[in-house]
T-cell receptor
Framework: GQQVMQIPQYQHVQEGEDFTTYCNSS?????IQWYKQRPGGHPVFLIQ?????EVKKQKRLTFQFGEAKKNSSLHITATQTTDVGTYFC???????????FGPGTRLSVLP | KAGVTQTPRYLIKTRGQQVTLSCSPI?????VSWYQQTPGQGLQFLFE???????NKGNFPGRFSGRQFSNSRSEMNVSTLELGDSALYLC???FGTGVGQPQHFGDGTRLSIL
């Protein structure tokens, strides 16, 4: 079935540093969604990317969809302690029916 | 607008028992999906219901079942519980179904099997 990888698995940064997580698929994706889950919380939808090479920004967060639509990245500029959590990408399975979540990147921000 | 509500929040059961979890979606949302989240396997799709019909099912044994009512509320049942069923069970609702629908998750039910 559809598999998606995320790197890194963990990332520890000092507050104010930048952070990037990558989501990679072996197959071409129709779209990709990003979610954030805070410790003890539930996943919260952040954004969806659909077009090849698409770039979307939300304040300090920049999301990018690769030209080949096989990968995506989430970049956080000048991290804050409120950015702590696990960031998941989600893609549709091979049948275009259900979302398959990546394993996530856990971000820790040291004050 | 109220979010997705899952009950109960915590549950402790023993092996062999069965359990029913409940999910009330956001008002107006007709699609409800269930996920199992564990540290080892991450977020895994269980099934999706839309208009009282199961549209899709993940790769879980038949012990896991669900249903959806006419008001879009959904229940998930797990029979003959095993230790490996200990997990956070998350329900997510969306307005419709198909490509591009953001999913809104509830706080989950944390199930512990003794």
């Amino acid at each position: 079935g559809q598999q998606v990888m995320q790197i890194p698995q963990y990332q520890h940064v000092q507050e104010g540093e930048d952070f990037t997580t990558y989501c990679n698929s072996s197959t071409t994706l129709s779209n990709i969604q990003w979610y954030k889950q805070r410790p003890g919380g539930h996943p919260v939808f952040l954004i969806q990317l659909v077009k090849s090479g698409e770039v979307k920004k939300q304040k300090r967060l920049t999301f990018q969809f690769g030209e080949a639509k096989k990968n995506s990245s989430l970049h956080i500029t000048a991290t804050q302690t409120t950015d702590v959590g696990t960031y998941f990408c989600a893609v549709l399975d091979n049948y275009g029916q259900n979302f398959v979540f990546g394993p996530g990147t856990r971000l820790s921000v040291l004050p | 607008k109220a979010g997705v509500t899952q009950t109960p929040r915590y549950l402790i059961k023993t092996r062999g028992q069965q359990v029913t979890l409940s999910c009330s979606p956001i008002s107006g949302h007709r699609s409800v999906s269930w996920y199992q989240q564990t540290p080892g396997q991450g977020l895994q799709f269980l099934f999706e219901y839309f208009s009282e019909t199961q549209r899709n099912k993940g790769n879980f044994p038949g012990r896991f079942s669900g249903r959806q009512f006419s008001n879009s509320r959904s229940e998930m049942n797990v029979s003959t519980l095993e230790l490996g069923d200990s997990a956070l069970y998350l329900c997510a609702s969306s307005f419709g179904t198909g490509v591009g629908q953001p999913q809104h998750f509830g706080d989950g039910t944390r199930l512990s099997i003794l």
